[in-house]
């Protein structure tokens, strides 16, 4: 786990430590497959081991956003997905209206429209995460049969 010895870098620097709370934390979130919710990852730790309250893994989640080595997704639906990026790296969504289904969009696919967008409006652009939304090639194909 080299995120881990990065977290622990960063919370030493912060005058933070490791506890095994936190430790949970990041291992659940080396286990997941995608994107999960601060309750989701809460109740993964729980069964993991050492007792944890879920606002140890709220605050845990938003530690490692900060460190930059989780990142966060919001789908409108209030609900904040996170991921750690030293298992999927930075990348942007797009998200199927219909059925939800999460399409990875690498950062290179979109520098080009980010760099003419910046300048066109002279606009430096930071952009942390980007979800697209659209329908997918199968809820296109079911509405086009319905209709």
């Not at 696919?109 to 090639?137: K, N, T």
């Amino acid at each position: 786990m080299a995120c881990q010895e990065a977290f622990l870098k960063e919370l030493h620097a912060r005058g933070f430590r490791l506890t095994p709370q936190r430790g949970a934390v990041l291992a659940v979130m080396h286990r997941l497959d995608g994107h999960a919710t601060a309750e989701e990852i809460y109740a993964r730790a729980q069964e993991a081991g050492p007792a944890i309250d879920v606002s140890t893994v709220y605050r845990t989640l938003e530690l490692l956003h900060e460190m930059g080595l989780a990142g966060v997704v919001e789908l409108g639906d209030g609900q904040r997905r996170y991921e750690l990026l030293s298992v999927e790296g930075p990348h942007h969504h797009m998200k199927c209206r219909c059925c939800g289904e999460m399409v990875r969009v690498e950062p290179e696919e979109l520098q080009p429209l980010l760099e003419a967008l910046g300048r066109a409006h002279g606009f430096q652009i930071d952009l942390d995460h980007l979800v697209i939304e659209g329908l997918c090639a199968r809820c296109r194909e079911a509405q086009g049969a319905k209709g």
